[in-house]
């Protein structure tokens, strides 16, 4: 990884800052003085100090996105602009994809990073990892339907949910999966239909109210250890 991509990802300085940090001789690399941040190093083994301070790397970066109705889950597209792709460099180039999908309509809480296995148990139903969605309905839906209890979609039975109603027509459901379409499925099978739908919380994470749609930031070092507790102790509704 090129130096000024490693502090860029770091979050120690951005690469304009790191040239210059460079070239007046404060930035070294396993000792040595460095003033080309053009040039390769290995996050994982050197040791590279800015104005004499170590940079710490973390492997895995997780960030939180308040994502706008419009926008894909996914890593890129041909055509559409997607979750990652509004990230700014080196962001947009370090294979980061979305933990989990939402629609495209779908707002709120969404979970971008690279670390491929702790993304994988958070998403798997058996784990039971919590995503809690606010919803808005058009008309109040059938409770005698019980579709928390258990709906066949698929071909299969979905796992328990937990729907928490507001007023007759909003209200949250908490889910431990994640079918296509799911909520808007179990609300159709109950006589009504998703009109708005909102990830408020994703594996004991909430949404951070301070991010207007659009806006994201990484998980704080707790954040990250509530959704690694989450995928390993997880009960299930
Ligand atoms: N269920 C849905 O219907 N849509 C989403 O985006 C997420 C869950």
């Not at 996105?65 to 509004?86: Q, R």
């Not at 989990?100 to 779908?106: H, I, N, P």
């Amino acid at each position: 990884m090129r130096l000024d991509k490693f502090l860029s990802v770091t979050k120690t300085a951005t690469r304009s800052e790191s040239s210059k940090a460079a070239k007046s001789g404060n930035v070294t690399v396993n000792g040595a003085v460095e003033k080309n941040t053009a040039v390769n190093v290995d996050p994982e083994n050197d040791r590279i100090c800015f104005f004499g301070q170590p940079v710490v790397y973390r492997k895995y970066v997780w960030i939180m996105m308040n994502k706008p109705s419009g926008l894909l889950s996914a890593s890129n597209d041909k055509k559409e602009k997607t979750v990652v792709s509004i990230l700014p460099p080196p962001l947009d180039s370090m294979e980061l994809f979305p933990c989990g999908r939402l629609d495209k309509d779908t707002v709120g809480l969404i979970m971008i990073t690279n670390d491929g296995e702790l993304s994988h148990k958070l998403l798997s139903p058996k784990k039971h990892a919590e995503k809690k969605y606010f919803f808005k309905l058009s008309k109040p839906y059938d409770r005698q339907a019980g579709i928390e209890n258990g709906i066949i979609m698929d071909g299969k039975l979905t796992k328990p949910a937990r729907i928490e109603m507001q007023d007759e027509l909003s209200g949250t459901i908490t889910l431990t999966e994640g079918k296509y379409h799911q909520i808007k499925r179990m609300f159709e099978r109950a006589g009504s239909k998703v009109i708005y739908l909102k990830r408020i919380s994703f594996g004991g994470v909430k949404l951070d109210p301070s991010l207007r749609a659009g806006e994201w930031r990484y998980l704080t070092e707790a954040e990250e250890e509530t959704l690694k507790k989450s995928a390993d102790n997880a009960k299930g509704i």
